[in-house]
């Protein structure tokens, strides 16, 4: 599914999650809860925009970019991507 086009609001549903991978050299991937990471970008007014997610997101190994996102059907898990925190307006 080409997702690029769309924004976290699109593809938000009851089984639906993000897989985010981080760069070849670092490998590590994980499914974060879409609806958590939705919640997140509105409350910060941040782009939600799918080819412009990873701006807001860490990688929790490296602290670098994730360089893939997409949407699966997986159970999420950790390790967790950024946003670090729930603290808000910090
Ligand atoms: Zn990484």
Redesign the pocket.
């Known amino acids: 599914m080409n997702v690029r086009s769309k924004t976290l609001s699109d593809v938000t549903r009851p089984d639906a999650n993000l897989h985010i991978q981080?760069?070849f050299h670092?490998a590590?991937k994980s499914i974060v809860d879409v609806k958590r990471v939705d919640r997140w970008y509105r409350i910060h007014l941040w782009d939600a925009h799918m080819s412009r997610l990873g701006k807001h997101l860490r990688?929790s190994?490296?602290l670098?970019r994730p360089e893939h996102i997409k949407v699966t059907h997986q159970m999420p898990n950790g390790p967790r991507w950024g946003p670090q925190n729930d603290k808000i307006g910090s």
Do not use: L, Y
């Open positions: 981080c760069s670092c590590n990688c190994k490296c670098g």
